[in-house]
């Protein structure tokens, strides 16, 4: 299977440096015009099969992809969500406590990466396969495909938005990297 994993595109909450977790982020002027970008980018590229978060900055994005693929079928699903962070969703990030009993810890996003990517994978193993994701779920995919553990998503590159990254992955649930947190279409 390859899987191509994306971004979404800049958000206003982004830009004010707020918590936006579960909460559905809008895209900024700036976010759409990456949204535009990454979907030129991506034209030309076969794909089988778009997966995204339901979230709208999520979903905004894969909308935007999907105009270049308007055969290719697109599912929105819970499991490409971010990190669930509680109740400090909509707050400023200074005020965020990794301690917090309510957020969704980093275990958590790591199995749910893990078994819905090996659910696509025994589902689509010979297709070409878009995830537009968020960034701590994509990262918690990467150390999912690389092998990594749970404690190791912290020291994955922060993913930028609209950034694409390419992995080819077999059935063994082995791996190449054709590209990772590529921005060069922002160029």
């Given at each position: 299977?390859k899987?191509?994993?994306?971004?979404?595109?800049?958000?206003?909450?982004?830009i004010?440096?707020?918590?936006q977790?579960?909460?559905?982020?809008?895209?900024?002027a700036?976010?759409?015009?990456?949204?535009?970008?990454?979907?030129?980018?991506?034209?030309?590229?076969?794909?089988?099969?778009?997966?995204?978060?339901?979230?709208?900055?999520?979903?905004?994005?894969?909308?935007?992809?999907?105009?270049?693929?308007?055969?290719?079928?697109?599912?929105?699903?819970?499991?490409?969500?971010?990190?669930?962070?509680?109740?400090?969703?909509?707050?400023?990030?200074s005020?965020?406590?990794?301690?917090?009993?309510?957020?969704?810890?980093?275990?958590?996003?790591f199995?749910?990466?893990?078994?819905?990517?090996?659910?696509?994978?025994?589902?689509?193993?010979?297709?070409?396969?878009?995830?537009?994701?968020?960034?701590?779920?994509?990262?918690?995919?990467?150390?999912?495909?690389t092998?990594?553990?749970?404690?190791?998503?912290?020291?994955?590159?922060?993913?930028?938005?609209?950034?694409?990254?390419?992995?080819?992955?077999?059935?063994d649930?082995?791996?190449?990297?054709?590209?990772?947190?590529?921005?060069?279409?922002?160029d």
């Open positions: 299977m899987l191509i994993l994306t971004r979404h595109g800049l958000t206003e909450e982004n004010a440096n707020i918590i977790g579960h909460l559905p982020g809008k895209l900024s700036k976010g759409k015009k990456q949204a535009k970008k990454v979907a030129l980018r991506l034209k030309g590229e076969k794909i089988d099969f778009i997966y995204s978060s339901d979230l709208a900055r999520s979903s905004d994005t894969a909308k935007e992809i999907a105009k270049f693929h308007p055969n290719t079928p697109i599912k929105f699903v819970k499991e490409l969500r971010e990190r669930y962070l509680a109740e400090f969703q909509g707050k400023k990030k005020t965020f406590d990794k301690q917090s009993k309510n957020v969704e810890t980093l275990k958590k996003m199995n749910r990466a893990k078994t819905f990517l090996h659910k696509i994978i025994s589902k689509h193993h010979k297709d070409t396969i878009l995830f537009v994701g968020h960034n701590g779920i994509n990262k918690a995919l990467i150390a999912v495909i092998g990594k553990r749970y404690g190791d998503i912290a020291a994955i590159e922060s993913q930028h938005n609209t950034s694409v990254s390419i992995f080819e992955i077999d059935e649930k082995n791996h190449k990297i054709h590209l990772l947190n590529c921005i060069k279409h922002l």
